[in-house]
């Protein structure tokens, strides 16, 4: 494979899926991620992540991540770049890369370790015998502030490294990361906390991003993308002050909002994203009446 090639294609929105789940049986709605999957394909998304954290991944069992996956491979085919979320001990994150190579994603996202103590030498370990167990290409997700940015260093020289998910929103130590590590190593910078942080991480080296909204109102993310990339900086800040107050809302208890938000605006929209699972509770009738405003305030609700 050639990875500086590959890295290169992931400049782009990364698609964080939902996972929609029944009202009445918590259980996968298949045809509903189905539906979410065209949609994304239909509005112009070049990569999807299946088992994203908007996805809810901690909240699918092994089985389900699996299927997920699969399904998503299945339903793309070949249409935008499927970059499969794994994670959890190293060996479960092994059988889900293992599992997703083997179904024909072309990537996988390795979730930061959940476990309550890590060091910094241990989470390299981590990451390094996930990739090297693989024979498709790894992006690294990191999000705790704590762990040191020391293992992008050590990590990125891996062939099979080839893009970072950064979700940490301290914009100097971003900085100095990315002008520390080789542009050699070919890395895709990847904002990890979406629309309302691209901006400034894209001036620091970031040229993609994740995204949940896309789920919503994908013309104000590919508006975004298409402003960075062009320096249109005049559009950039009107679409960044449309979404802001999504994202914020998305922000509210500790980011408890962040994926049910996104499922409500899609069930407004008459797009199927059904519930969250616990421990996730539905909107509760403010933040519902807010995301009404939000879309109309976009001129996405018809009614």
């Not at 690294?140 to 502030?145: E, H, S």
């Not at 993310?221 to 809302?249: C, H, I, K, Y």
């Amino acid at each position: 494979m050639d990875y500086a090639a590959f890295s290169k294609r992931l400049e782009t929105i990364s698609a964080i899926n939902i996972t929609p789940f029944d009202e009445e049986t918590r259980r996968i709605d298949w045809e509903g991620l189905e539906a979410n999957i065209e949609f994304l394909l239909a509005n112009g998304t070049e990569v999807i992540v299946p088992c994203g954290n908007t996805g809810e991944f901690y909240a699918l069992t092994l089985e389900e991540a699996k299927e997920v996956t699969k399904r998503v491979v299945e339903i793309v085919n070949h249409r935008a770049i499927v970059m499969a979320g794994i994670g959890y001990s190293v060996e479960t994150a092994v059988e889900l890369g293992k599992h997703a190579q083997q179904v024909g994603a072309d990537c996988v996202m390795i979730h930061q370790p959940i476990h309550p103590y890590i060091t910094t030498p241990g989470a390299v370990s981590y990451y390094r015998n996930v990739i090297e167990s693989l024979d498709i290409p790894s992006i690294l997700y990191l999000k705790d502030a704590h762990v040191s940015d020391d293992i992008l260093f050590s990590l990125a020289p891996l062939d099979k490294c080839v893009g970072v998910k950064y979700a940490i929103n301290d914009l100097p130590r971003f900085t100095e990361t990315v002008r520390k590590i080789s542009a050699d190593y070919n890395i895709a910078w990847i904002c990890g906390t979406a629309e309302k942080w691209a901006p400034f991480f894209y001036n620091a080296g970031a040229k993609g991003f994740t995204s949940g909204l896309i789920n919503v109102n994908p013309s104000i993310s590919q508006g975004m993308l298409q402003a960075l990339r062009d320096q249109d900086w005049p559009t950039v800040w009107r679409l960044w002050e449309d979404v802001l107050p999504f994202e914020n809302l998305r922000a509210k208890y500790h980011a408890g909002n962040n994926v049910v938000a996104v499922k409500e605006a899609m069930e407004q929209l008459g797009l199927r994203a059904g519930v969250t699972r616990e421990p996730v509770d539905p909107l509760n009738e403010a933040d519902k009446k807010e995301v009404t405003n939000l879309l109309n305030a976009w001129g996405l609700l018809t009614t």
